[in-house]
């Protein structure tokens, strides 16, 4: 069983995943039509700059290695949609494109990952981040059963007031279902996420 909320399901699947982290809150829900592809529809608020980006979101399954007992991935994702002002932002909508990587590595007990995006949405900004995580399973679950990781996001954003954070997190997963929770140290702020797969 392994432990990445991996952004191309099985062929047919559909997925949903929320995230919300220290600058921003996300939903995206995708379809997966071929095993190295899947499309979405994506919605990201950015809570810090008071602006949603509405976007349709590709991910390509670039390449996948295989081992006795690990597994790896490297995606491509990106997007392209419209940026519009939130609450008192009164900015005119912009066109908005985002694009990065995102690669993993595990077996059933270690976990490293990376991932990274710049995005681009005309007056209201653009951003880049990447993140690092490593983490490890305290016990080796079987099929069906409740899964637990215990991991560490190192994070940095150049532009932010705090470019560098840390999170520990805990993820836990059992079936369709895979949710993580942690609080970044470094600007007190809680990590949530949640994946299901239909």
Known sequence: ????????????????????????????????????????????????????????????????????????????????????GINDNVLNDQTAVYGGVMADWETRSLFAGYRSRYLDAGHFGDQFMHAARVGFAPYEGDSGDLHTWLMLEIDHRPAHQDPVTATPLIRLFKGPLLLEMGYNLTVNKPLLNFTYRF
């Open 1 to 84: 069983s392994f432990a990445s909320a991996r952004p191309v399901s099985y062929t047919g699947g559909w997925t949903f995943i929320e995230e919300s982290d220290r600058q921003a809150s996300a939903a995206l829900v995708h379809y997966t039509p071929a095993p190295s592809w899947s499309i979405g529809l994506r919605t990201e608020v950015n809570r810090e700059s008071d602006f949603a980006v509405y976007s349709v979101h590709p991910t390509l399954l670039a390449k996948r290695w295989f081992g006795r007992d690990y597994q790896g991935n490297f995606y491509l994702h990106g997007g392209i949609g419209v940026a519009s």
